[in-house]
Each structure stands twice: as C-alpha cells, then as structure tokens.
T-cell receptor, first 112, second 111 residues
Framework: RKEVEQDPGPFNVPEGATVAFNCTYS??????FFWYRQDCRKEPKLLMS???SGNEDGRFTAQLNRASQYISLLIRDSKLSDSATYLC?????????????FGKGTKLSVKP | DAGITQSPRHKVTETGTPVTLRCHQT?????MYWYRQDPGHGLRLIHY???????DKGEVSDGYSVSRSKTEDFLLTLESATSSQTSVYFC??????????FGPGTRLTVL
C-alpha cells in the first residue's frame, strides 16, 4: 500500500457542483493530516488541517476516519477559482521532526 | 503566508557544474525543508533542518547537500548537477513539527 494514495483525477465538474476527494494513508502512527492546494506552476498552499471530529471552513469540509485510515475533502458550490490540484498530506508520526508525506494530488477542473 | 523567498527562480545549467539554491525566511521558523517535485512523483523530501547547523537527510538526498548557518537561510547544493536533477525545487518552513509553508519554487534545468 502506498504511503498516501489519491485518485489523480481529473475531476471535471460544472460550477455550483459538489465534489468530494478521498485519500488513504498507510501509517497508523500518523497524527496530523492536511489538505494543500496547488495551482498550476505554483507552490502548494495549506488549505486546511483535518481533525478527528471533522472540520469546516466555508465551502470546504474535511473528515478523518482513523480506523479506516481515510481522509476526505468536500467542496460545495464549486467556483471556477477552485480549479487546482489538491494534495492530501500526512505526517510520518513517531517524532519524525515534522516530516510530511504528500500524496500526488487530485486535479479538479471547474467548468462554467 | 510565511515570508519565504527562493533564489534563483529559474536556472539552466550544464551537467557536471555545481549549483546552489537559496531559501530565505523572515518568520524565524525553526524547521526548514527542501523538496523536489516531478511529474508522477509528487513532492519528495531531499533534506531538512531542525535548527542552525542541524540537518538530516530525506528520502531522495543522494547528490545533494545542505547547509544552515543561520535561522533564516537554508542552502541546497548540487555538487555536480546531472540531468536527473532537472526538477522544480521547493523550500518550506514551519514553526512547529507539522504545518509547513512553501516558497515560490525554483525551476532548474540541467542540460
């Protein structure tokens, strides 16, 4: 099993649609989870952290299922500006000095 | 966003030449990282630093060395560049052991 696995997409959705991305991770010792967003030819930017209780930031909702080692990101009312690659990120755990493992990303394209 | 700059932003060099990339941060973050990003591989950690003069290897450290003589600067050196080191290089910093903020990247082409 890959350390962090994501469906590469692309997900092509119309404006206003709801879209969900999933991610699985292999290291049960991982303690911290994130979603990053990366625009074409730009640096990754932190979108949100993912907590066990689930968390919401505007149109974005992140969920964590530790038992299944599964993370999700839900985007409601998609905007053209949401078009980007979304990276699932997990820490190595075990006092790894902040080492993060990045998924290869899921590409989202929102069309008019 | 953390104040992170990288220089140069673009570089073309020839096989066998030494190359040094610089990362500079103004956030006084303890942790600094160098990644490379290639199609099909995602972001891979090259080296990281957990303090001045404290560095360690990441998963793809062969052919690279780093130095951190002061908190704000983290240098990545390719001692003898090869075509396989053509990539986009990102620096990242973090004040804690998890959250990382990225610089704008350096596009390196080795001919």
């Amino acid at each position: 099993r890959k350390e962090v696995e994501q469906d590469p997409g692309p997900f092509n959705v119309p404006e206003g649609a709801t879209v969900a991305f999933n991610c699985t991770y292999s290291n049960s010792a991982s303690q911290s989870f994130f979603w990053y967003r990366q625009d074409c030819r730009k640096e990754p930017k932190l979108l949100m952290s993912v907590y066990s209780s689930g968390n919401e930031d505007g149109r974005f909702t992140a969920q964590l299922n530790r038992a299944s080692q599964y993370i999700s990101l839900l985007i409601r009312d998609s905007k053209l500006s949401d078009s980007a690659t979304y990276l699932c990120v997990v820490n190595k755990g075990g006092g790894s000095q902040g080492n993060l493992i990045f998924g290869k990303g899921t590409k989202l394209s929102v069309k008019p | 966003d953390a104040g992170i700059t990288q220089s140069p932003r673009h570089k073309v060099t020839e096989t066998g030449t030494p190359v040094t990339l610089r990362c500079h941060q103004t956030e006084n973050h303890r942790y600094m990282y160098w990644y490379r990003q290639d199609p099909g591989h995602g972001l891979r950690l090259i080296h990281y630093s957990y303090g001045v003069k404290d560095t360690d290897k990441g998963e793809v450290s062969d052919g690279y060395s780093v130095s951190r003589s002061k908190t704000e600067d983290f240098l990545l050196t390719l001692e003898s560049a090869t075509s396989s080191q053509t990539s986009v290089y990102f620096c990242a910093t973090g004040g804690s052991t998890d959250t990382q903020y990225f610089g704008p990247g350096t596009r390196l082409t080795v001919l």
